[in-house]
């Protein structure tokens, strides 16, 4: 408004005669940048200008400013702001118009120059985005049909011609296809009948004194008088300036920043003949030849025979077991969609598959699938969405690998069928828009030159061809152009020693101190407690954290907070002891998962556990408690009168009660403290 004062102030100052004329309309405008269609925006559309209070027929009317102010709506100023990097815009239209309906009859009157200047697109939040425009509207002479009034109105269509200017000087041309409602009326002009002059009709002959009165006395009055008020006053309803309903900024990128663990070297791997007592420490590599039972000194003569009938082949380790192998890693993203450059992106992509424990030279890694699960971030979603109107989304890439290091060389293996089938896209705010692709990692013979382990990787870049389906089934075609982070390190397999063609025929004469082809003499310390984590293995239960009290009641909802290395995935809640399914939930884009305590769940001390994919991530101590006792009585009715008659009535009630405001207390001190994995 304040923009279309400061034009104002540019036209004519209304004359006494004069009135002004402003009312707002609501258009529905189709915007199409940079050849894309951005859908159907509600775009608010202020006319104003300065017409006389009255006319006549056949009267012309002089030349008249005129302001055109457009209110964007917030989703198209953010997607402009945000998602095209716009940071001014400026336009004009070639057709708009107002019309003038008298007697029945219209008549459109071009305004051939109504133009924007260059202005400044808003980059905060909710910020109205104005844009104003000027325009003359040519001298219009009153038709001589007109009678009564003469309605000013806006045109029923009208078309933009922009250019969106983006931070890097690079520009994006846009057209707007506007429609108005049906009420178009912007104000009237009351029509007068004309003064009649008064007649002097000489006499026949001419007097040389003039007549004392004139033959028809002038009019003291005009024939008629023009209204008081004009006809159509401006509506005073309030703009429908599409401003007023908050937007919902999207939450901040979702990190997915790799954690430190797992390991990316096993520890957990025992050798495959234990010694005597379990070593704190697995051998870093594997004995080719255990003898049945080491000797803790050395025979005084060497033997020329293998003691303990040795085998003729040698004794190597079995192929190790396959062990989960799972990481996220943040990718940056440059996205274009239907040709146009929506920017770049950080996008979370989780690789999922599995490895073997361990291998030896010459090895044939089988072939076996892998998952990619690509997190979109919400202003992407967001502009999907309710911009493209996009409901699902299919993809894949051509190029896609995973990369295996050893011995100071790499190595890149293609994964040629990554592909994502079509799955549906969120429509609600800060919902994950995941998206699941599945592939083939092909056999891989471990090279001759592999030494202590092979090293697997993600590719520095990758590109993912998508389609959008939108919901009128048309598409937008897509296209990702995706490069990695500094470390794309995904883990590693250890490499066991080559094997050893014959038997050694003679022990050392004295026991090695460091690992040879021997089993060690003497056991190292005492046994490891547990090993640590194998590569792949999901994060550890410390990245989960406690956010509501651990007193609930049954019917109250218990929320938990999770690492970045948890963000897309789905977990499974279980109280025990008596295991009661709570069901699985899919970690938010804000790390966060919340489920309900079971309504049949019996009061006293619990464990909520955490499983990923049938592994407990982590336990959480609980109390069920009382509904009255936990301080919250939102959700009474989660409690039924019969439940509390079977636990025992009113006296155990009344106990329960006092224990469990200790426990609320307690709560109150430990309330989101750290869970810890069992």
Same mark, same amino acid.
């Given at each position: 408004m304040a923009a279309a004062g400061v034009v104002g102030a540019g036209f004519l100052s209304p004359a006494a005669a004069d009135q002004t004329l402003e009312k707002d309309f609501p258009f529905k405008?189709?915007?199409?940048?940079?050849?894309?269609?951005?859908?159907?925006?509600?775009?608010?559309?202020?006319?104003?200008? &300065?017409?006389?209070? +009255?006319?006549?027929?056949?009267?012309?009317?002089?030349?008249?400013? &005129?302001?055109?102010?457009?209110?964007?709506?917030?989703?198209l100023r953010q997607s402009t702001a945000l998602l095209l990097g716009g940071r001014e815009a400026a336009g004009a239209s070639t057709d708009s118009a107002v019309t003038l309906t008298s007697g029945g009859q219209t008549m459109t009157v071009a305004i051939p120059e109504l133009g924007s200047a260059r202005t400044p697109i808003p980059q905060v939040a909710n910020e109205p985005w104005l844009i104003p425009a000027t325009g003359t509207v040519p001298p219009i002479t009153v038709p001589d049909y007109a009678t009564d009034t003469v309605v000013v109105g806006m045109p029923q269509t009208f078309n933009i011609t922009a250019t969106i200017y983006k931070a890097d000087n690079s520009t994006?041309?846009?057209t707007l296809s506007c429609t108005g409602p049906a009420d178009l009326a912007l104000g009237s002009i009351a029509v007068t009948e004309p003064t009649t002059e008064p007649t002097t009709e000489p006499?026949?002959?001419?007097?040389?004194?003039?007549?004392?009165?004139?033959?028809?006395?002038?009019?003291?009055?005009?024939?008629?008088?023009?209204?008081?008020?004009?006809?159509?006053?401006?509506?005073?309803?309030?703009?429908?300036? #599409?401003?007023?309903?908050?937007?919902?900024?999207?939450?901040?990128? #979702?990190? +997915?920043?790799?954690?430190?663990?797992?390991?990316?070297?096993?520890?957990?791997?025992?050798?495959?003949?234990?010694?005597?007592e379990p070593t704190s420490e697995p051998t870093t590599e594997p004995t080719t030849e255990p003898t049945t039972e080491p000797t803790t000194e050395p025979t005084a003569e060497p033997t020329t025979e293998p003691t303990t009938e040795p085998t003729t082949e040698p004794t190597d380790p079995p192929p190790g077991e396959d062990v989960d192998l799972s990481k996220s890693f943040d990718y940056t993203c440059d996205v274009t969609a239907g040709g146009l450059n929506l920017g770049s992106h950080v996008i979370g992509v989780l690789a999922e598959t599995t490895i073997p424990? *361990?291998?030896? &030279? /010459?090895?044939?890694?089988?072939?076996?699938? &892998?998952?990619?699960?690509?997190?979109?971030?919400?202003?992407?979603?967001?502009?999907?969405?309710?911009?493209?109107? /996009?409901?699902?989304?299919? /993809? /894949?890439?051509?190029?896609s690998s995973i990369t295996l290091t050893t011995g100071g060389q790499t190595q890149t293996v293609s994964i040629a069928d990554l592909k994502a089938a079509r799955t549906p896209i969120p429509q609600v705010v800060d919902q994950p828009w995941l998206i699941p692709a599945t592939g083939t990692v092909p056999q891989i013979t471990v090279p001759e030159y592999a030494d202590v382990s092979v090293k697997l990787g993600m590719p520095q870049a990758f590109t993912i061809d998508a389609t959008i389906h939108k919901a009128d089934s048309s598409t937008v075609p897509s296209h990702l152009t995706c490069a990695g982070p500094s470390d794309l390190s995904l883990g590693s397999i250890p490499v066991g020693d080559a094997p050893v063609e014959e038997p050694t025929t003679a022990p050392t004469t004295e026991p090695t101190t460091t690992p040879t082809t021997q089993p060690t003499t003497q056991p190292t310390g005492e046994p490891t407690t547990a090993p640590t984590t194998n590569p792949g293995e999901d994060p550890t239960g410390d990245e989960v954290e406690l956010l509501s009290s651990d007193a609930l009641s049954p019917g109250d909802t218990i929320t938990f907070a999770f690492g970045p290395e948890w963000i897309g995935k789905e977990l499974a809640f279980e109280l025990h002891s008596?295991?009661?399914?709570?069901?699985?939930?899919?970690?938010?884009?804000?790390?966060?998962?919340?489920? *309900?305590?079971?309504t049949n769940a019996p009061l006293g001390s619990h464990t909520v556990k955490v499983l990923s994919r049938g592994v407990v991530i982590a336990e959480v101590p609980v109390e069920i408690v009382a509904a009255d006792a936990s301080g919250d009585t939102t959700d009474d009715d989660w409690v039924s009168d019969d439940y509390l008659a079977a636990t025992g009535g009113p006296g155990l009630g009344v106990a329960v009660l006092g224990g469990a405001l200790v426990v609320v207390g307690a709560a109150v001190m430990l309330q989101r403290r750290r869970t810890r994995r069992d």
């Amino acid at each position: 408004m304040a923009a279309a004062g400061v034009v104002g102030a540019g036209f004519l100052s209304p004359a006494a005669a004069d009135q002004t004329l402003e009312k707002d309309f609501p258009f529905k405008c189709e915007v199409i940048a940079g050849g894309l269609n951005l859908g159907i925006q509600d775009i608010g559309v202020k006319a104003t200008t &300065v017409v006389p209070d +009255s006319v006549t027929p056949g009267e012309t009317i002089p030349s008249t400013g &005129v302001s055109i102010t457009l209110t964007m709506p917030e989703l198209l100023r953010q997607s402009t702001a945000l998602l095209l990097g716009g940071r001014e815009a400026a336009g004009a239209s070639t057709d708009s118009a107002v019309t003038l309906t008298s007697g029945g009859q219209t008549m459109t009157v071009a305004i051939p120059e109504l133009g924007s200047a260059r202005t400044p697109i808003p980059q905060v939040a909710n910020e109205p985005w104005l844009i104003p425009a000027t325009g003359t509207v040519p001298p219009i002479t009153v038709p001589d049909y007109a009678t009564d009034t003469v309605v000013v109105g806006m045109p029923q269509t009208f078309n933009i011609t922009a250019t969106i200017y983006k931070a890097d000087n690079s520009t994006i041309p846009s057209t707007l296809s506007c429609t108005g409602p049906a009420d178009l009326a912007l104000g009237s002009i009351a029509v007068t009948e004309p003064t009649t002059e008064p007649t002097t009709e000489p006499t026949s002959e001419p007097t040389t004194e003039p007549t004392t009165e004139p033959t028809a006395e002038p009019t003291t009055e005009p024939t008629t008088e023009p209204t008081t008020e004009p006809t159509t006053e401006p509506t005073t309803e309030p703009t429908t300036e #599409p401003t007023t309903e908050p937007t919902t900024e999207p939450t901040t990128e #979702p990190t +997915s920043e790799p954690t430190t663990e797992p390991t990316t070297e096993p520890t957990s791997e025992p050798t495959t003949e234990p010694t005597t007592e379990p070593t704190s420490e697995p051998t870093t590599e594997p004995t080719t030849e255990p003898t049945t039972e080491p000797t803790t000194e050395p025979t005084a003569e060497p033997t020329t025979e293998p003691t303990t009938e040795p085998t003729t082949e040698p004794t190597d380790p079995p192929p190790g077991e396959d062990v989960d192998l799972s990481k996220s890693f943040d990718y940056t993203c440059d996205v274009t969609a239907g040709g146009l450059n929506l920017g770049s992106h950080v996008i979370g992509v989780l690789a999922e598959t599995t490895i073997p424990s *361990r291998v030896q &030279v /010459g090895d044939v890694i089988s072939e076996r699938g &892998v998952s990619i699960t690509l997190t979109m971030p919400e202003l992407l979603r967001q502009s999907t969405a309710m911009l493209l109107q /996009g409901r699902e989304a299919e /993809g /894949g890439s051509t190029d896609s690998s995973i990369t295996l290091t050893t011995g100071g060389q790499t190595q890149t293996v293609s994964i040629a069928d990554l592909k994502a089938a079509r799955t549906p896209i969120p429509q609600v705010v800060d919902q994950p828009w995941l998206i699941p692709a599945t592939g083939t990692v092909p056999q891989i013979t471990v090279p001759e030159y592999a030494d202590v382990s092979v090293k697997l990787g993600m590719p520095q870049a990758f590109t993912i061809d998508a389609t959008i389906h939108k919901a009128d089934s048309s598409t937008v075609p897509s296209h990702l152009t995706c490069a990695g982070p500094s470390d794309l390190s995904l883990g590693s397999i250890p490499v066991g020693d080559a094997p050893v063609e014959e038997p050694t025929t003679a022990p050392t004469t004295e026991p090695t101190t460091t690992p040879t082809t021997q089993p060690t003499t003497q056991p190292t310390g005492e046994p490891t407690t547990a090993p640590t984590t194998n590569p792949g293995e999901d994060p550890t239960g410390d990245e989960v954290e406690l956010l509501s009290s651990d007193a609930l009641s049954p019917g109250d909802t218990i929320t938990f907070a999770f690492g970045p290395e948890w963000i897309g995935k789905e977990l499974a809640f279980e109280l025990h002891s008596d295991p009661i399914a709570m069901g699985t939930r899919v970690v938010s884009t804000s790390g966060e998962a919340s489920v *309900r305590i079971p309504t049949n769940a019996p009061l006293g001390s619990h464990t909520v556990k955490v499983l990923s994919r049938g592994v407990v991530i982590a336990e959480v101590p609980v109390e069920i408690v009382a509904a009255d006792a936990s301080g919250d009585t939102t959700d009474d009715d989660w409690v039924s009168d019969d439940y509390l008659a079977a636990t025992g009535g009113p006296g155990l009630g009344v106990a329960v009660l006092g224990g469990a405001l200790v426990v609320v207390g307690a709560a109150v001190m430990l309330q989101r403290r750290r869970t810890r994995r069992d």
